[in-house]
């Protein structure tokens, strides 16, 4: 995918323009998945198995097992380069948008508490749902159906087709049913996506009350609101520093503003879905 102005500001610039997190994710995705490709990188070795987490302390596989998006090869290489698309599409809205606020402001470390607590859902949920060993495409899922719930209205479409952010996870979920792909990768995201949602929206609004909170060490890492990593200045490190939200309330406010940039994701005949 081509980005919107890439071709003026330079590859380097359209890069550094990325959300902190969309970017640092999205780069460990793509080099892990290119890596496993040439033989780089075993991909036995990076896969979810508890056995191996358990028995032989292979704790990396925690975090590896969401980093690899799939095959290039002619059978599902189209739909690896459909999930790096939505890992960047909706990540980035979501990341630059208003996301919800649990504790940091609706910032960065708002949405890396997002994803950890999404990557421990969907491993909890692998032996029900028959998930796994690789993880990334359920996760693309879960950020996605929780960027539908917090911009509904904001437009989208498939092949051409425009509807709204909240019919985008549902439609995926059909299309790939009806092609039989590996739909249990959306329920998967999608089911620890709702329980996200659930907790930090609904909840506090019908209860009056909190049980998710992005927790002290990760607010103290990143800081409230929009995380902004050290540059050096004249040779020398310099700290960063954070480009402040008004912290507010922990659930954030009842309407965001509608994100922009439906796309067009093909032309009949592709699949969607898995690996």
Same mark, same amino acid.
């Given at each position: 995918m081509v980005a919107r102005g890439l071709g003026d500001v330079g590859p380097e610039s359209w890069y550094n323009s990325i959300p902190f997190v969309t970017k640092n994710w999205l780069t460990l995705v793509l080099v892990t998945t290119v890596s496993i490709n040439l033989g780089v990188l075993p991909g036995g070795k990076m896969v979810y198995d508890f056995s191996a987490i358990a028995q032989k302390f292979e704790i990396w596989r925690l975090f590896t097992c969401f980093l690899w998006m799939?095959?290039?090869g002619k059978q599902d290489g189209f739909q690896t380069v459909i999930g790096f698309f939505l890992l960047y599409q909706y990540? %980035? +809205? @979501?990341? $630059?948008g208003?996301?919800?606020?649990?504790?940091?402001?609706? $910032?960065t470390a708002d949405y890396v508490f997002m994803l950890l607590f999404g990557m421990m859902g969907i491993m909890l949920s692998s032996p029900f749902l028959g998930t796994g060993p690789m993880f990334c %495409?359920?996760?693309? @899922?879960?950020?996605?159906?929780?960027?539908?719930?917090r911009n509904p209205t904001a437009p989208a /479409?498939?092949? *051409? =087709?425009?509807? +709204?952010g909240m019919y985008l996870p549902f439609v995926l979920l059909g299309l790939n049913f009806i092609l039989g792909n590996n739909y249990m990768e959306f329920v998967s995201g999608y089911a620890a996506g709702h329980l996200y949602y659930f907790l930090v929206d609904v909840v506090p609004k019908v209860y009056g009350t909190t049980y998710l909170q992005t927790p002290l060490f990760i607010i103290n890492q990143f800081g409230i609101g929009d @995380? =902004?990593?050290p540059t050096p200045v004249n040779g020398m490190g310099a700290a960063g520093n954070n480009t402040f939200r008004q912290p507010g309330r922990v659930n954030a406010p009842a +309407?965001?503003?509608?994100?922009? *940039?439906?796309? /067009?994701?093909?032309s009949g005949g592709q699949r969607l879905g898995r690996d």
């Open positions: 799939g095959g290039f990540s %980035k +809205q @979501y990341e $630059g208003v996301a919800f606020n649990t504790g940091g402001g609706g $910032g %495409k359920c996760l693309i @899922y879960y950020v996605l159906y929780i960027w539908s719930k /479409n498939i092949w *051409g =087709v425009p509807m +709204q @995380y =902004v990593p +309407q965001p503003a509608a994100t922009t *940039g439906g796309h /067009n994701w093909g």
